[in-house]
């Protein structure tokens, strides 16, 4: 304000100063026009002048400011109805977040007469429209915008949502691909694409879906019980790494599995492996490259997948090819001990049980989390082979405090057999399972449901490779079977 009053005061001394030098100038203008003859002087002439100016320029701008009125009125109304419209908008979609169906419909049929934005405004309305279980209303709303190319792709993504609440899974597969066609790179169609996909038992069509949610997290590595937890800014990154890592792993086997018999990665029946329904052991011939190139991704994803390990292992076997067998079998093993890879060990080592267990001592880690479970499995393997002493040594290399139900159990039954047997011990040692935390069995992540044997979907809650090898969460000691231990006894052929 200062600064334009110091401008003002300028300009009138500058005018001031012109006006004084104007007059003090001599001269005479003398104008003669139709007989008529007119004198003034050359100061007064040039201020007439310049007034006449001023006042063409007043009335001209009055002259466009009357011509102009009405186009004014209307873009100041045209300002107030899009200001008033976006105001509903942004109520209608706080009202969605809020979980208020009828204040988002009002809403929304309020932004529809104020703003000529179909696109915002439709998808106000499919939104306010699914919110109040209008599905009919929210379909056509949505299908509305799959005729705009800024709205296609949310278009037929709500389309797809529709559909999987409508329990017509076909129509949200072909929606969720109609999106994913538009963005490929986009994360939420293809996780539709890949769930969909599996759900049909698809799995090479799950694939493709899969690799692109992949590029949105940091490489897919499935943490092993020993791999340090992450930091917590790198926490969500991570948990989702380990999701798609678990996907891939899943996939991955279960494409495997189609190309082998069903009697593979079954538990083992001596030094053959048996077919359901089948006289002897049957082997089979050389498996195909591609099978095994699977099963070793899904290893590489997630080292901890022991039932891949065992069906690869099998594979090996029947090809008549051991080392590579071993070589897959011992990797799994310092991963995720289980007794299963235990026995998949001793054939492929064709050894005795007192080499066998010598062996298995090699690949026991000597810290970690998994250390005491290996010297768990390994002591089960020694006492099944009759090495009462050596398993022994090795339950009391396990501090009481870590010991889990299974191990108190392996030495409830080590005190039970012998020449002396305790009896007193073996019922402490039982006492002692009932207190102990549960071994690990397979879990549902989402509904934290148990299996017996792990599945491409969970039973509860129907979510694709869900499942996990993991001690129980959310159960207390009792609550578990003490007899269903799937760590000491080869699980059944997991589906």
């Given at each position: ?31 003669e026009w ?61 009202a ?18 104020l703003?000529s ?13 699914n919110?109040s ?14 005729g705009?190319a ?23 597969l ?10 490929p ?10 769930v ?12 493709p ?11 897919p ?9 992450p ?14 890592a ?26 053959g492996?048996?077919e359901t ?17 699977q ?24 090809a ?32 005795n049980?007192?080499?066998?267990v ?14 005491h ?28 405090a ?10 409830a039954?080590l ?33 934290q ?17 869900t ?26 052929r997991?589906?």
């Open positions: 304000m200062f600064i334009r009053l110091v401008w003002l005061i300028l300009l009138v001394l500058v005018a001031g100063a012109l006006a004084s030098w104007l007059a003090s100038q001599p001269g005479m203008l003398q104008l139709l007989g008529y003859q007119l004198e003034m002087r050359t100061s007064l002439a040039v201020a007439l002048v310049v007034v006449l100016g001023l006042i063409v320029i007043f009335a001209d701008r009055l002259l466009r400011g009357l011509l102009d009125l009405p186009g004014l009125l209307g873009r100041n109304l045209a300002r107030r109805r899009a200001a008033q419209g976006h105001r509903a908008l942004a109520l209608g979609m706080i969605v977040s809020a979980g208020e169906p009828a204040e988002a419909r009002r809403q929304a049929s309020r932004a529809q007469r703003l934005a179909p696109q915002l405004t439709d998808l106000l309305s499919a939104q306010a429209a919110l279980g209008d599905h009919r209303a929210a379909g056509r709303y949505f299908t509305s915008l799959t705009n800024d709205t296609a792709f949310l278009g037929h993504i709500g389309l797809a949502r529709l559909a999987l609440e409508d329990d017509r899974s076909d129509d949200a072909a929606e969720a691909q109609k999106a994913l066609s538009l963005r790179k986009s994360a939420l169609a293809a996780r539709q694409v890949m969909l996909q599996a759900e049909r038992g698809n799995w090479d069509a799950a694939l879906a899969l690799n692109v949610m992949a590029l949105n997290v940091p490489t590595q499935m943490k092993t019980p020993n791999t340090k937890a930091n917590t800014k790198a926490g969500a990154d991570d948990e989702d790494a380990q999701v798609i678990r996907h891939r792993a899943a996939l991955n086997f279960l494409l495997a599995r189609e190309g082998v018999p069903e009697f593979m990665g079954a538990e083992s029946t001596g030094g492996f048996m329904g089948s006289s002897g052991p049957v082997h089979s011939s050389t498996a195909h490259s591609s099978t095994v190139n099963l070793q991704t899904a290893l590489a994803a997630w080292p901890a997948f022991w039932p891949a390990a065992i069906l690869l292992a099998d594979i090996h076997l029947a008549a090819a051991p080392r590579k067998a071993v070589k897959s079998l011992e990797v799994a093993f310092r991963a995720m001990p289980h007794v299963a890879i235990a026995t998949r060990l001793q054939t492929a080592w064709n050894s049980e007192g080499e066998t010598a062996r298995l001592l090699k690949l026991v880690a000597a810290s970690g989390d998994t250390a479970e290996a010297r768990s499995v390994v002591a089960a393997v020694a006492l099944a082979h009759g090495l009462t002493g050596e398993a022994g040594r090795l339950i009391g290399e396990i501090p009481d870590e010991r889990d139900a299974a191990t108190w159990r392996l030495a039954q005190a039970e057999s012998g020449d002396n047997p305790d009896p007193a011990a073996a019922n402490k040692a039982l006492r002692m399972a009932g207190e102990a935390p549960r071994p690990r069995r397979w879990q549902c992540t989402s509904c449901q148990l299996h017996d044997r792990w599945q491409a979907h969970c039973a509860g809650c129907a979510g694709f490779a499942l996990d090898w993991r001690r129980q969460d959310g159960l207390s000691p009792l609550v578990s079977n003490s007899n269903a231990d799937d760590r000491l006894a080869a699980p059944p997991p589906d």
